[in-house]
């Protein structure tokens, strides 16, 4: 298994940190525990982790204030962002992909982040009511500009990133994607095809039930470890482009998460996975 994956001319390693949940509950507000949210970002540093995601809508704002001050400046590490979503309460998730807004939440987020330039900036959603040529352009010309140096698209389709990859380069694709949830199978497939690394969301979430969840326990019990770990190796194995980035407000989950690292599923077992979904 390779330990390593490029993004742009970036090296990174294989297991990422996803900071949507270092903030209040429902990714809304700040942390109920500050000290603790700072904790977890360092400790994922110190754990060899150097690809940290995250997002202006995380809070909103409130996950690349705490990232500035926990690892500012960045040192070996790369922080990417993403641009695209508003959000006007708790619970509420709304596309604003326009190139207006869009530059200015690029600007926004080079100003919290305190940053000239951000390495990897992610079109954080397809806005139906703006034409994806619009959008993906503003990333373009922010790119040419030199506040952005990498772009990525998030919660794509293959049409979708067939369109840009005409258009220009992409490094990075970031979609809902697990041993549970396989919908994206085919946007990973055209990645792998290009070189473009693949960031799952919620890469150890989703639920199981009946075989499924005893397939999972079985295999976990038999490498002495908990199925979120057997979630994160099974992505690790299956696509030499994934970069899992599992998020959490805890040391004990972050932890355990980068131990998956460790665990090295047999034929059998990944077969067993792959017969999940």
């Not at 390593?4 to 525990?33: D, K, Q």
Request: with cysteine.
């Amino acid at each position: 298994m390779n330990t390593t994956v490029r993004i742009g001319n970036y090296t990174v390693n294989r297991l990422g940190f996803g900071a949507m949940r270092i903030t209040g509950e429902g990714i809304w507000g700040p942390p109920p525990n500050h000290e603790a949210a700072i904790a977890v970002l360092k400790r994922a540093v110190e754990l060899g982790i150097n690809f940290i995601d995250t997002a202006d809508a995380y809070g909103p704002e409130v996950s690349e204030n705490l990232i500035r001050e926990a690892l500012y400046p960045y040192e070996k590490m790369i922080i990417a962002t993403k641009g695209g979503l508003r959000r006007p309460g708790p619970g509420y998730w709304a596309p604003d992909c326009t190139p207006e807004h869009l530059r200015e939440a690029c600007e926004a987020s080079l100003r919290r982040l305190g940053v000239e330039r951000i390495t990897l900036y992610q079109l954080h959603t397809v806005d139906a009511a703006v034409p994806f040529e619009d959008s993906l352009g503003t990333l373009m010309q922010l790119r040419e500009e030199g506040k952005i140096e990498h772009i990525g698209l998030s919660n794509v389709e293959v049409s979708h990133l067939e369109k840009a990859m005409a258009t220009t380069k992409i490094a990075t694709v970031q979609n809902s994607y697990s041993v549970l949830n396989r919908k994206h199978e085919a946007v990973l497939k055209l990645c792998e095809q290009n070189g473009i690394a693949f960031i799952p969301y919620f890469p150890i979430g989703g639920n199981a039930g009946g075989l499924h969840e005893q397939t999972l326990e079985a295999i976990a019990e038999k490498h002495h470890a908990t199925v979120r770990q057997i979630g994160l190796a099974w992505l690790l194995q299956h696509s030499p482009v994934i970069v899992p980035i599992p998020g959490t407000g805890s040391l004990a989950h972050l932890e355990e998460n980068v131990r998956a690292m460790e665990i090295a599923l047999d034929a059998e077992d990944v077969h067993r996975l792959d017969m999940i979904i």
